[in-house]
């Protein structure tokens, strides 16, 4: 039975379980939007849809042989992959990789990659989401917002939690200076990522081993509905860090 339309303020996110296995090459928004159609629940006007980088890198092509029978057999990726490492501790390396971002081993990963395997980020995380959603737009008539997630961690905090690395058809950040807080005072400073506040939402209905690759945001303020990027809303510039 097709979800109903949410009411006011109130946001509806579930996974989209039926995306098979992902290769090298595969037309992943089609595969998305015909998922959710098998499962009855086909892809709506304004609905934002969350991708995880892992099947984005593998449709990509995105990944890396490495020697399965050595741990550390990725490293040299890591060092390859980053810019400038920030800090080392063990085997932990903490670097910035050609796209901005501040993560652990530059955002290569071996979980739920065949094994013998690194996936890679994305080249372009933005342009990902963009083929997405264009795919979804052409093929199937629907106007959608794309973000492509990854798992980080936080300074200062701990565990870890999903963010946008990737956005299409949505801002990735909601510019809410210069409007009044309840009490009337003017907001000077607040700028609301709700891209990365969507991705962690996904997170919750699609987990870390379920193979689940993929969820629906539904009920989203339409005026978060637009163009966006990563790369040019939320990546800090150095100049205006206060840490690095």
């Not at 109903?4 to 595969?26: K, M, N, S």
């Amino acid at each position: 039975m097709s979800d109903p339309v949410p009411a006011a303020g109130e946001l509806r996110v579930f996974p989209i379980r039926g995306v098979p296995e992902v290769r090298p090459g595969d037309d992943l928004g089609g595969m998305i939007a015909e998922a959710a159609i098998a499962e009855g629940n086909p892809l709506r006007d304004g609905d934002v849809v969350i991708v995880t980088q892992k099947v984005v890198s593998k449709a990509e092509n995105m990944l890396v042989p490495i020697d399965a029978d050595d741990p550390l057999s990725h490293k040299p990726l890591v060092e390859r992959e980053s810019v400038r490492i920030l800090r080392r501790r063990g085997e932990l390396i903490v670097s910035e990789t050609r796209h901005g971002f501040v993560c652990a081993n530059a955002g290569i990963d071996l979980s739920n990659v065949e094994r013998g395997y690194a996936a890679l980020l994305p080249e372009d995380s933005d342009r990902s989401a963009r083929r997405i959603r264009d795919v979804v737009r052409h093929r199937f008539g629907v106007e959608v917002g794309v973000i492509v997630s990854d798992t980080f961690g936080r300074p200062w905090r701990r565990g870890l939690t999903d963010v946008a690395i990737g956005v299409a058809g949505i801002t990735a950040i909601a510019d809410l200076r210069g409007t009044e807080d309840a009490q009337g005072r003017v907001l000077q400073v607040t700028e609301v990522c709700v891209a990365d506040e969507l991705a962690c939402a996904a997170e919750l209905v699609m987990g870390k081993a379920s193979g689940v690759a993929a969820a629906v945001v539904r009920g989203v303020d339409p005026s978060w509905l637009g163009e966006g990027s990563v790369r040019d809303q939320v990546v800090r510039n150095p100049a205006e860090d206060l840490f690095r």
